[in-house]
């Protein structure tokens, strides 16, 4: 009867340690990594633990499954002997499925179930025991880890133990998508996030001001008219140009222009506007955002010009374009509005065709593509694959794209209708987004 009761207890014992290699297998796994480190920086001992123990995964990987293994087995051998004592040679049967039944039920799902439900809580009270129990096994762990990796290599598997930037990026992507919700604020952080991480692959072609939209002065100009045109423009920085606009000799600051004026009695005869401006920076139109952003820091600059690979004129580029690609428009009492796209009652859009399609996306949730071009107009032209002309439509990625109107080779305004599906929120933004492919 002793023997029993103590084969009892060993048993019970057992089924609890099956319990915690299971729970800290999966409380290790699926705890938050972000509060670990948070936690860790703060200077909690825990914490510390179980970063250090995610660090050495395969490890504990091994500890675990060692211990789990030994222990399981040890259920099967003690429920074999209990049985055999009431049931004889039979009894090794019904300890088999008994004890298939404990450890699947006491020792592996509800374990599981807890800790994946409390897997923060209970990776930092499982954690400190699981640390002992790596260091002392860890030369049986080390060889195991030898002749697993030996094997792999011999089929020809590659080990890597530590992620490359490109999976720690899609790491970071998909951990953003999964805390994305319904609410707003989390929403457009998201987006925010988002942006900054698609910096890098981004040209500030797909930003700038187009040279047609650029205010520029002619130096050539009378003093007079050249100030009139700093006056008379809402922005604080203007390109100088000689002879033709691709010849740009300088970039001319609001605030110098008004210091001269006030130096020279507020009378613009003698003035030298030319002189007052700075000289210009010029950059690549494939510089990455992320490139450009570092490179308006180091410099201390705001404001570059924007030339292709033969030196003409493609536009500007301003640090705030660059922030406004991150976190939004930012509008001043300076800014000039220009409303580029009307929503229409039947759910179709009617816009400009220098509209972005990264703005597009951005403002509406589509997900145009936008590798091949940059803007609407820019996409219909590379997607048709020719001119096209007023009244003519076209349907891509599920999308239904009408040319409104075109003037000479452009294509200045464009209905799009988005396809079918698409809930038109109250501030004007598309609920679905479209999916990709293309539809004919």
Same mark, same amino acid.
């Given at each position: 009867?002793?023997?029993?009761?103590?084969?009892?207890?060993?048993?019970?014992?057992?089924?609890?340690?099956?319990?915690?290699?299971?729970?800290?297998?999966?409380?290790?796994?699926?705890?938050?990594?972000?509060?670990?480190?948070?936690?860790?920086?703060?200077?909690?001992?825990?914490?510390?633990?179980?970063?250090?123990?995610?660090?050495?995964?395969?490890?504990?990987?091994?500890?675990?499954?060692?211990?789990?293994?030994?222990?399981?087995?040890?259920?099967?051998?003690?429920?074999?002997?209990?049985?055999?004592?009431?049931?004889?040679?039979?009894?090794?049967?019904?300890?088999?499925?008994?004890?298939?039944?404990?450890?699947?039920?006491?020792?592996?799902?509800?374990?599981?179930?807890?800790?994946?439900?409390?897997?923060?809580?209970?990776?930092?009270?499982?954690?400190?025991?699981?640390?002992?129990?790596?260091?002392?096994?860890?030369? +049986?762990?080390?060889?195991?880890?030898?002749?697993?990796?030996?094997?792999?290599?011999?089929?020809?598997v590659k080990v890597v133990n530590e992620p490359g930037a490109e999976e720690r990026i899609e790491e970071l992507r998909g951990a953003i998508a999964l805390h994305a919700g319904a609410d707003e604020e989390i929403r457009e952080a998201g987006q925010?996030?988002?942006?900054?991480?698609?910096?890098?692959?981004?040209?500030?072609?797909?930003?700038?001001?187009?040279?047609?939209?650029?205010?520029?002065?002619?130096?050539?100009?009378?003093?007079?008219?050249?100030?009139?045109?700093?006056?008379?423009?809402?922005?604080?920085?203007?390109?100088?140009?000689?002879?033709?606009?691709?010849?740009?000799?300088?970039?001319?600051?609001?605030?110098?222009?008004?210091?001269?004026?006030?130096?020279?009695?507020?009378?613009?005869?003698?003035?030298?506007?030319?002189?007052?401006?700075?000289?210009?920076?010029?950059?690549?139109?494939?510089?990455?955002?992320?490139?450009?952003?570092?490179?308006?820091?180091?410099?201390?600059?705001?404001?570059?010009?924007?030339?292709?690979?033969?030196?003409?004129?493609?536009?500007?580029?301003?640090?705030?374009? +660059?922030?406004?690609?991150?976190?939004?428009?930012?509008?001043?009492?300076?800014?000039?509005?220009?409303?580029?796209?009307?929503?229409?009652?039947?759910?179709?859009?009617?816009?400009?065709?220098?509209?972005?399609?990264?703005?597009?996306?951005?403002?509406?949730?589509?997900?145009?593509?936008?590798?091949?071009?940059?803007?609407v107009a820019g996409l219909v032209l590379h997607e048709a694959q020719q001119i096209p002309s007023a009244g003519q439509v076209f349907a891509f990625f599920g999308f239904r794209f009408q040319i409104l109107e075109r003037h000479r080779n452009q294509?200045?305004?464009?209905?799009?209708?988005?396809?079918?599906?698409?809930? +038109?929120?109250?501030?004007?933004?598309?609920?679905?987004?479209?999916?990709?492919?293309?539809?004919?």
């Amino acid at each position: 009867m002793d023997s029993i009761l103590l084969n009892l207890g060993a048993l019970i014992i057992l089924v609890m340690g099956s319990a915690f290699f299971s729970s800290s297998e999966t409380a290790l796994t699926a705890a938050s990594k972000a509060r670990m480190l948070t936690l860790a920086n703060q200077g909690f001992k825990r914490a510390i633990v179980v970063n250090t123990l995610r660090s050495r995964m395969e490890q504990v990987i091994g500890t675990i499954l060692l211990g789990n293994a030994c222990v399981n087995s040890f259920i099967a051998i003690l429920s074999a002997q209990i049985f055999a004592l009431y049931f004889g040679d039979i009894g090794a049967v019904y300890a088999g499925v008994a004890a298939t039944v404990v450890i699947f039920v006491l020792g592996e799902v509800l374990p599981k179930t807890f800790a994946i439900n409390h897997a923060d809580r209970s990776a930092l009270t499982l954690g400190p025991l699981v640390l002992v129990l790596v260091r002392a096994i860890s030369p +049986i762990t080390h060889v195991t880890q030898l002749i697993c990796s030996g094997l792999l290599r011999l089929f020809g598997v590659k080990v890597v133990n530590e992620p490359g930037a490109e999976e720690r990026i899609e790491e970071l992507r998909g951990a953003i998508a999964l805390h994305a919700g319904a609410d707003e604020e989390i929403r457009e952080a998201g987006q925010m996030l988002h942006s900054i991480l698609d910096l890098e692959d981004v040209p500030v072609s797909d930003i700038m001001v187009h040279r047609r939209n650029m205010t520029m002065i002619d130096g050539d100009q009378p003093t007079e008219d050249m100030v009139a045109v700093a006056m008379q423009s809402p922005h604080t920085r203007l390109p100088i140009y000689r002879g033709q606009p691709d010849n740009i000799i300088g970039v001319l600051h609001a605030k110098a222009l008004l210091r001269a004026v006030q130096a020279n009695h507020w009378k613009l005869e003698g003035l030298d506007v030319v002189g007052l401006a700075s000289p210009p920076w010029f950059i690549p139109d494939q510089t990455n955002l992320l490139a450009q952003l570092e490179a308006f820091r180091s410099r201390r600059e705001h404001f570059a010009i924007v030339v292709d690979e033969y030196g003409a004129l493609m536009g500007i580029v301003t640090l705030e374009d +660059i922030l406004e690609e991150i976190v939004g428009d930012i509008a001043d009492e300076h800014d000039v509005k220009v409303e580029g796209v009307g929503l229409h009652p039947d759910g179709s859009f009617e816009m400009d065709g220098t509209v972005t399609i990264r703005d597009l996306n951005r403002e509406f949730g589509w997900r145009l593509p936008d590798e091949e071009a940059s803007t609407v107009a820019g996409l219909v032209l590379h997607e048709a694959q020719q001119i096209p002309s007023a009244g003519q439509v076209f349907a891509f990625f599920g999308f239904r794209f009408q040319i409104l109107e075109r003037h000479r080779n452009q294509l200045t305004r464009i209905k799009v209708t988005p396809p079918a599906g698409h809930t +038109i929120l109250p501030n004007g933004a598309s609920k679905a987004g479209a999916k990709g492919g293309r539809a004919t």
